[in-house]
């Protein structure tokens, strides 16, 4: 008996139909896409996009070559190189990422003892030719310069959970 | 209409007083001339349904998905299929270097050749048809298969072996098939009792309305029919031919450009064919579906019946994306088992129970025309 009803069930394409009832209802229902560049969703403040690097309140560049970033940095995307600066601490002469090879896992951020390698919120940028994305000292610094404002809240509100 | 057109060329001739001069050239040639504005009628309008039933496969499918479709190229995205086009067009055509050229350039178009060549007995109206044959039927089962060769001639000449496996997919496929087709065109054709497509349908004209129509009699083969055409095209959940999780793309996995573009024209101009022929065969063509029904049948009786016709293929073809969006892709083996024990033997059985039924005075769709 249970069979024969299994048989008449499958000749009358029961399920199938249920299935084509489920998807007719979804063709009516709300889309959820978001119109990325009108609409955006909203990002944490752990958000990691674009590096950038930090200075002091005084204007001096945060960063003093201990290349621990350098050393936790999983996809060898950092290469810094330092030299003592007159007033007997030391800083870097060079910092560069190739962002191409980041994979954006935030280690560096988290290895840095004086939170000077930062991630930020940016993740809209692009390079136009090769080369563009191998971002310098300064080219970070500029970024850091920029957003500082908003880096600093989000550091602080990351604080709490710390 | 033919007339109409000779006479306006006529007066526009005679404004200048050449109409004798031109007449006497063009005349020898006019049936082909004639024939050939049809063909471009026909096919003009099915290029940009192509396009455009692309178009609604992606925005269909999208909102089934909860997602929005193409809307970037003009207002929703409507001039996206234009956009799609000219970038085919504008693409390097590859051909790869061990593959047989010859075979590999013609393959395409023995795709579209004959998926196009079918719409020519393809009545849209009464009497609205580029070549009304009488075993036109026949003509229509016989057009449909050779789109297989094309599949197979692309898949061997590629000289790849996703291409191959994907074309003796595609060609198995096709090939059983067609037997439940055939079988549930035989029980169209012994309740029409004729091979005319425009026989056929007016043979559904009764005062019920749509219930005259042949999906009343034949509601299983209506649904055979249906499912085969949907694995006759390819289409999901028939796609195994392309299968893009196995296989990548199947048998035109090496065609890129206007060749892809000509396999893509050729399926898609094959499921409006089947949306056509399914119109045709058992929702009653371009009647009206409340003929005889009084007062509603009486002003339903002004629409033309070109509007009637469009309307059910849009219908047909709409549920043609419903199922893509819906169900998941037949295995290979599911496949083959579903076409020849269930379908083919079904379908026999329905051939001998429809020929007995209609020996019967229950049948009572043939004796009410009008």
Redesign the interface.
Known sequence: MNKLFYYVKSFM?WE?LK??A???R????????V?FPEEKTPQSFRFRGLHAQRRYANGEERCIGCKLCEAVCPALAIHIETEERDDGTRRTTRYDIDLVKCIFCGFCEEACPVDAIVETRIFEYHGEKRGDLYYTKEMLLAVGDKYEAQIAKDRADDSAYR | MEAQVIQFFQWFWNLFGLWDLVWSFVAPAWPLIWTLVKIIAIVAPLMIGVAYFTYAERKILAYMQVRVGPNRVGYYGLLQPIADGIKLMFKELIVPIRSNKFLFAISPVIVLAPALAAWSVVPFSNGMVLANINAGLLFILSMTSIGVYGVIIAGWASNSKYAFLGAMRSAAQMVSYELPMGFALVCVLLAAQSMNLTDIVNGQQTNAGLFGWYFVPLFPMFIVYFIAGVAETNRAPFDVAEGESEIVAGFHVEYSGMGFALFFLGEYANMILIGGLTTLFFLGGWLNPFHGWGVIGVYTDMVPGLIWMLGKMFFILFMFLWFRATFPRYRYDQLMRLGWKILIPFTLIWVVVVAAWMQTPYWVWSSVQG
Not at chain 1, 26 to 33: C, D, L, V
């Open positions: 394409l199938l299935g084509m489920l998807t007719g979804y063709m009516f229902a709300r889309s959820i896409t119109h």
